[in-house]
Nanobody, 125 residues
């Protein structure tokens, strides 16, 4: 089991950038893949991006491809989501989630074992 904590959310104008961080506790962090999801008011939680436990391969939703970049620093037990060219429709609560030995593109929330509390991202037009 690991615990996750997001940070870095805030208010930004359209076209701006934010970097979210997800700090993961536990000595087995390197064996976990981590995903980012978001949930806007009145909508279901949706997949944004994920990074696999080994090899560093990333997967992205079509809506963020080319604008968002995910990375991980195993030495710091931290995963990052760099968000550029933000749009008002990116406004949501962003969650990070972990799945042990994530090695495929997995977009379903039910497939992730541990979740953070979320961080609010608001993009003004």
């Amino acid at each position: 089991q690991v615990q996750l904590a997001e940070s870095g959310g805030g208010l930004v104008q359209a076209g701006g950038s934010l970097r979210l961080s997800c700090a993961v506790s536990g000595r087995t962090f390197s064996t976990y893949g981590v995903g980012w999801f978001r949930q806007a008011p009145g909508k279901e939680r949706e997949f944004v991006a994920a990074i696999r436990w080994t090899g560093g391969r990333e997967d992205y939703a079509d809506s963020v491809k080319g604008r968002f970049t995910m990375s991980r620093d195993n030495a710091k037990n931290t995963v990052y989501l760099q968000m550029n060219s933000l749009k008002p429709e990116d406004t949501a609560v962003y969650y990070c989630a972990a799945r042990r030995f994530l090695s495929l593109r997995v977009t379903e929330t039910s497939q992730y074992e541990n979740w953070g509390q979320g961080t609010q991202v608001t993009v003004s037009s």
